[in-house]
C-alpha cells in the first residue's frame, strides 16, 4: 500500500522510481508534497537495496513549483525562519548517497527546477520549460536554488536566468548544458534506460563514494555561504511579527 498521498513509489531491480501524482494542481508543491519528497529520500538513504533513484512526473508537467495557493497558518518571522520545508526537501536529495536522476516534462518552475538541479542528472522531455519566476514576484530564489544552478550554467547564465524571471526551452537550456540528455514523449523509457545502465552494473560503494566527494568539491563553500538565503527571502516579504 502507497504511504504518500501526493507521490507514488515503485523499486525495481534496484531502481527507485518516485512519481509525483498531485495531478490537479500540476504537481504544485505544497508543504505535504515537500515533506513527502523529504521522507521519501531520507528513507531511500537508508535502504541499500536502492541504487538508482529516478524523480518523475506522467502528467503533462513535472512541477508548476511552489504552491502560491495553498493556505498557510499565520506565523511570525521567527516560525518562518525556523521551517523551510522546501530547503529541508532539498537537503535530503542532496544527502541521498545514491545516483539520482530527475526526469522532467513540461513546466519545471521554481522550487521545481531547484529540484531538478539538485539531483546529480537531468533528462528533460523536448516541451521542458525550465524557469525561475520568483523574481517576478518580488522574491529573492532560496533553497539552495543558486549555487545548485551555477554548478550547472556557470554564473553568468545564472544571473541571467533567476533576475530575468523568464521561462526557457530545451533548445535554449541545452545551449547552457543544462539537461544532460532531451527525449520525445515516446522515447521517455528508453532514454531512462540508457542513463540506468550507465551506473547500474557498477560498485554502489564506489559510485556513492565518489558522489560524497564531487558534492563536498561542488557545494561545500556554497553551503558555508548560502545558509542566509532564506533569510534573505523573508526579507522580500511583507510578513511582520505578531
Known sequence: M????????????GVFYIELTRKKSMNALNTKTLDEL????????QNSKIKIIVLH????NFSAGADIKEKSKKKNNLERWQKNYGKECIEAILSTPQITICVTNGYTLGGAAVIATACDF???NKDTIIGYPEIVLGMNLNWLGLPLLQNIVGSTKTKEMVISGLNYSTEDLSKFNFFDDLF??????????KWVKKFKSRSPLA??????????????????IMHMDYDQFLLTQNYSDS
Open 184 to 193: 520525445d514523449e515516446d522515447e521517455k523509457i528508453k532514454i531512462i534506460n
Open 38 to 45: 523529504k521522507q521519501v529520500f531520507l528513507e531511500a538513504s
Open 207 to 224: 559510485s556513492q563514494m565518489i558522489k560524497k566527494s564531487m558534492n563536498v568539491l561542488a557545494f561545500h563553500d556554497a553551503l558555508a
Open 2 to 13: 502507497n504511504k504518500y498521498k501526493y507521490l507514488e513509489t515503485k523499486l525495481k531491480s
Open 57 to 60: 512526473s506522467n502528467e503533462n
Open 122 to 124: 537531468r533528462i528533460g
